[in-house]
């Protein structure tokens, strides 16, 4: 604005310049001069007192990217843990199919790619059913992993105090590993509870992505985490022991190291599967499970 005014002032001088006599012109002109100076001193003290107030205001730190949250881990299991994947697979586990002509090896699967400590278990979902352990467990700490490659609603579960029934669904306790409700837990087939546990939304990561599932089961009483968030629990199951398995439920689903550690409850010695009695195994045909080319 300031410049504008110079410019349209100078045009005035030339103006009365070659209208009005020299002397007028001349104190015109001495006018002019004194009022641009203040103008320029006025500017330059303006952008010097501009200048100094930046220069002491405070820094404020430059915003940093927001960093990924830290992955959580299901911690290392204590060394009396086993890894139910490593060793002998077809005689650690039996399979129950809906279909009985459906082959075993076509549904369960074992990729050795990777070392055996690392081991993957797939199944295909199809036809529905069961892969289970041929020992039987009371108390304990279970740990394991999942996945999803591409379902979004992908479908399986965890059953645990599994009965001698070979059917669709057997005598058990479920612990959801359904997509959407990850974590719910519910009894199966002739088991009761006396209470359920229906878990929040969208525990489980998205597809194509590991999941961590913890399961604690004590006197009845059954707890489960997923992805480090606990997800509930329940008490009162009936039955409190049996086989632990895996669903075959619709989609194919990836597992990998199931782990399983036996605990002591006070008053009560730690019994092992080979000890167990009175809970029968399951009658079905050897699983004779297949190992994935490397």
């Not at 015109?28 to 009022?35: A, G, K, P, R």
């Not at 997509?179 to 525990?203: E, M, R, V, W, Y």
Request: proline share 6%.
């Amino acid at each position: 604005m300031s410049q504008t005014f110079l410019n349209r002032t100078e045009s005035q001088i030339a103006s009365s310049r070659s209208n009005a006599g020299s002397g007028e012109g001349s104190r015109f002109l001495q006018l002019f001069n004194w009022t641009r100076a203040f103008l320029v001193v006025g500017l330059l003290i303006s952008h010097c007192s501009t200048a100094v107030i930046l220069s002491a205001a405070p820094q404020q730190p430059v915003p940093k990217a927001t960093e990924d949250a830290p992955k959580v881990s299901i911690p290392n299991l204590t060394k009396d843990a086993t890894d139910l994947l490593v060793g002998d697979f077809n005689k650690n586990w039996q399979v129950f199919n809906s279909d009985p002509a459906a082959v075993p090896k076509v549904v369960w699967l074992i990729d050795s790619s990777t070392p055996e400590t690392d081991r993957v278990l797939i199944c295909s979902g199809e036809p529905k059913g069961f892969l289970f352990t041929t020992a039987t467990f009371t108390d304990f700490e279970l740990t394991l992993e999942w996945m999803y490659p591409k379902d979004a609603n992908g479908n399986s579960g965890v059953l645990i105090h599994t009965q001698n029934e070979p059917r669709i669904w057997p005598t058990s306790i479920q612990v959801q590993l359904h997509q959407p409700k990850a974590g719910s837990i519910f009894p199966s087939g002739d088991a009761t509870t006396d209470s359920t546990l229906d878990a929040d939304l969208n525990l489980a990561r998205p597809v194509a992505m590991w999941n961590e599932c913890r399961i604690v089961s004590r006197a009845g009483n059954i707890s489960v985490e997923v992805n480090g968030k606990k997800a509930g629990e329940i008490s009162g199951a009936k039955p409190a022991t049996g086989h632990i398995a895996l669903q075959s439920e619709g989609s194919v689903v990836q597992f990998r190291k199931i782990r399983i550690r036996e605990l002591k409850v006070e008053g009560k010695p730690v019994v092992s599967g080979a000890e167990l009695s009175g809970v029968p195994t399951l009658l079905t045909k050897p699983l004779e499970i297949s190992v994935l080319a490397q």
